[in-house]
């Protein structure tokens, strides 16, 4: 059995995914692998629902097999993020392809924007540090250096959300020297954070948004954007209290250990750790830090991942060991014949007596993801299994 793979979050489950799913159809590939972040997401939340609920609603919705993204990937910067993720499912050996969705581009645009990226040549390098002179964020000075060197590359390509990630997807596909086939698939509907309502095809955002107002007209907005098994979770929808748990966790740190996280750089854990001390709310803090270089996602993500003990060194290391696939659900028609053909170079974690088969940085990596449930338990107060499989 053979699987197009897609790398996910799911917060939460949407027609646009849905959408996704079809178009890996028509593109001939019968089985759908899924790598889903976990009970934390990269934008520095915590996710709307538990990661088996999200991934019950994947296999619901079409998934063969839902699998977990560690945490120390899952809530790293995009190039980690990739990388991770891609770095799991080569080591699978029966991943065909890579689905991914995108505002524009085709497979070829995608691999040879990734490869000039990754050349790195003088021209680029000067350009690069001639950018960030202004403040300017890594990845949109990248993205101009990029532009003003490469030939025949539009900086409109690079720019937006879902690119970005595709670049880096392919990125990391050439960095293993993997066979897996990249499948860019146009967006439907909204763009990636677009607040705004669009018909059917809402931005998870928006609906994110829906569910915590909880309105009439919001409630008729997730109808019409939710199929109907994870419509009927939103209906219950109760948010998770992370923010005010990541401040207090930022003031008893010391700020050597944050400043090891994958996304502090240049003192920032100083600027964080002052102005918590001043303005104890999550976003008031937040807003006295922002910059045009220090985007609040990316703030959001350091107080995530010294709230998670995620530490740039480790999850670099894990980049490059063999790690593991944690099955969080899987089609329960044909179970075994699908986690039979999860083979490859690295354990699949089913159930709690394969976690003797993890060694070394692999352990070291699922030891992080139990502390991620242990606290998304504890914010929720509801108990999950990490070693349970969804049979849906």
Request: glycine share 6%; with cysteine; net charge neutral.
């Amino acid at each position: 059995m053979k699987f197009c793979a897609i790398i996910c979050e799911f917060n939460p489950f949407h027609n646009g995914h849905a959408y996704l799913f079809s178009k890996v159809k028509e593109a001939g590939y019968e089985h759908i692998l899924c790598l889903m972040s976990g009970n934390f997401v990269q934008r520095g939340e915590a996710a709307v629902f538990q990661k088996y609920v999200r991934a019950r609603h994947a296999v619901e919705n079409g998934a063969d097999v839902v699998l977990e993204l560690p945490v120390s990937f899952a809530v790293s910067p995009a190039e980690l993020f990739a990388g991770g993720a891609v770095h799991i499912l080569s080591a699978l050996g029966n991943v065909e392809a890579l689905a991914f969705g995108c505002e524009s581009g085709d497979r070829e645009e995608f691999l040879r924007t990734a490869e000039r990226i990754s050349d790195e040549d003088k021209a680029f390098k000067t350009a690069l540090k001639e950018k960030m002179k202004d403040g300017t964020s890594y990845i949109r000075a990248r993205n101009a250096a990029l532009a003003e060197t490469g030939a025949g590359i539009d900086e409109g390509f690079l720019s937006t959300p879902n690119n970005i990630l595709g670049i880096e997807y392919c990125r990391a596909i050439l960095a293993e020297k993997s066979s897996i086939l990249p499948l860019p698939v146009l967006r439907m509907g909204a763009s990636h954070d677009d607040r705004a309502p669009a018909d059917n095809f809402s931005s998870s955002t928006a609906l994110r948004e829906a569910m915590r107002a909880g309105g009439r007209k919001e409630r008729k907005l997730l109808k019409s954007n939710l199929p109907q098994s994870v419509l009927k979770d939103a209906e219950n929808f109760r948010e998770v209290p992370y923010r005010q748990a990541a401040v207090i966790s930022l003031l008893r740190s010391e700020r050597e250990k944050i400043a090891l996280t994958p996304d502090c750089s240049e003192g920032l854990e100083n600027r964080l750790c002052s102005m918590a001390k001043t303005n104890p709310e999550f976003d008031a803090l937040l807003q006295k830090v922002v910059t045009k270089r220090y985007t609040l996602s990316r703030l959001r993500r350091i107080l995530m991942q010294n709230f998670l003990g995620v530490g740039a060194k480790k999850t670099k290391e894990f980049l490059s060991s063999p790690l593991y696939a944690n099955v969080l659900a899987v089609k329960s028609q044909n179970a075994e014949e699908i986690l039979s053909s999860l083979t490859g170079s690295i354990p699949v974690i089913a159930r709690k007596s394969d976690y003797s088969l993890l060694k070394k940085e692999a352990l070291e990596c699922f030891s992080l993801d139990l502390r991620a449930n242990d606290l998304y338990n504890a914010l929720s107060e509801t108990y999950t299994n990490e070693f349970l499989t969804i049979f849906a």
